[in-house]
């Protein structure tokens, strides 16, 4: 495998627009990790909806088009946030909508508060620590209604070298770890970088310690598979067989994290 030569991996505009254009060409994200988030997000006709590191707003923009009464980002980068408002606004959502500047690591409840339901996705690998970990959780759990849910994705990065050798070979997505362990140690970094040269730095977390910091947040962590779609794979001749191969390989994994129904928090 060719070592990495560098990778773009800035959350400002010009990071938005290749993540865009990643996240809507590459099939890992397009056939797999996209619909797999809708898929278990489900039915948002008519509900409160919370993006935890919104990004470009491509989630908030779809939640709206499909009948989100109110979508709610929140996301580090100020430039990101600058561009998804411009998005939505330009889509005709200004009024039913909102993107913030805000750490999604850190407890705080947002405007509308609490949310029928949370996405959260490819962002706490970014944590560096227990407490980071702690604190998306927290954080999902208080902006979360009772009985409401939240897709979470964990972006793992680990995969055997085989696996690894297979991913870039065929879908031209590198994955390595940075700091030379043995084995997986928690929050030791990986980075992985996309054909079209967006890539980023972030950290391996185990799945074991996502549940428990979810658990300790009074939320209910269950554990779903990655559902790709099967009706536009087919549709662009994807055979079953490779779009199960892709489905196994990426290095994510997802949960479904529930607020037990009257929970006082
Ligand atoms: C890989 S993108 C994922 C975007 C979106 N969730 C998606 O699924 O397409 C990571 C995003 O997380 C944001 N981010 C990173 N650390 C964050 C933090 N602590 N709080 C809020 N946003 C964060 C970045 O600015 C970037 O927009």
Known sequence: MN?????FTHYDDRGAVLYDEMTSSHPTHRLVMRPSILYHLGNVEGLSVLDLASGDGDFLLRLLASGAERAMGADLSPEIVELSTEKLAAAGFAGRSKVVVADASVASAYEGAPFDAILCNFVICYSSSLSMVEGFCRNIAINLKPGGH????????ALLSADRELMFTKYGVEYAEIDPVHGRERFSR??????NSWGTEFHYLDTGLIEQCARAAGLVPERVPVVPTADLAAS???SR???????????????ILRAPAGAGR
């Open 3 to 7: 070592k990495s030569d560098g990778f």
């Open 241 to 255: 067989a490779d779009l199960a191969e892709l489905s196994a390989l990426v290095p994510f994994q997802q949960w």
């Open 150 to 157: 939240c897709v979470l994705t964990n972006s793992q990065g």
């Open 190 to 195: 990986v980075y992985c970088k996309f054909p």
């Open 236 to 238: 662009e001749r994807w």
